[in-house]
């Protein structure tokens, strides 16, 4: 059994009530949860929430509520995989057995399915524990700059204020999108970033974290660019 898990709890702080606010007419977690359905990866697709009207939304959305995710993993400190591995265990208990378990971001409205379908043809070729989005960094990290106490600038790596960037070693981060992984590596708690990862590379363009109203305006933006017909005149 393929499993996809999204994740939306009630409790957002920084833009409230964020997994069901509206994005390019359409609640947010409904993007998640359309292209989880059209990818063709899943035998079933949940949310896990602690929120009777996000429970609704999702359900309205195509998706199942099997449960109410419960208080001790609905807090600002609950990490994603302990959600995901409550989810995983609730199936066993109920008979079911999932194998590969997808966990898939509620505000991810640029997911492709072909990217979950790659995810999936990746942890299945390679004997990996997890398979997840991954983009580049547009600048080198090598190169980055902190702010001191003082209002100046430092290197965080001196070492590196002579060296071309082309001669810099292409660094990533987690694109927030999605995290294929086996049942047992969600319920052992193992690490998602680490050797028995491999990775999903999706283009910059398509990826947006969004946590802050700055965020969220930002992947406005974005998908009014992506859209057909934007660039003519």
């Known amino acids: 059994m393929r499993l996809a898990v999204i994740p939306a709890r009630g409790g957002s702080k920084r833009i409230p009530r964020k997994n069901i606010r509206p994005f390019a007419g359409r609640p947010m977690v409904a993007w998640s949860i359309d292209t989880a359905l059209k990818s063709g990866c899943f035998d079933r697709v949940i949310v896990s929430t602690d929120d009777a009207e996000i429970a609704a939304v999702a359900q309205a959305a195509g998706a199942s509520v099997p449960f109410m995710r419960p208080p001790e993993l609905s807090d600002d400190h609950t990490g994603t995989i302990a959600v995901v591995a409550h989810a995983v265990q609730w199936h066993l208990d ?43 960094y547009a600048f080198p990290i090598q190169r980055a700059i902190r702010l001191t106490a003082d209002g100046r600038v430092a290197m965080v790596d001196p070492s590196q204020f002579n060296t071309r960037s082309q001669d810099l070693e292409e660094a990533f981060h987690d694109a927030g999108q999605f995290y294929w992984g086996q049942a047992g590596a969600w319920l052992q708690g193992l690490r998602i970033f680490s050797p028995d990862a491999v990775p999903v590379q999706l283009p910059r363009h398509r990826v947006q974290d969004i946590d802050t109203a700055e965020d969220w305006e930002r992947a406005e933006w974005m998908w009014r660019a992506m859209q057909p017909g934007a660039g003519s005149t």
């Open 94 to 136: 109920a008979g079911l057995a999932p194998q590969q378990v997808c966990c898939l971001y509620a505000t991810a409205p640029f997911v492709q399915a072909a990217d979950l379908q790659r995810g999936l043809a990746l942890l299945e070729s390679t004997g990996a524990h997890y398979a997840f989005s991954v983009t580049s």
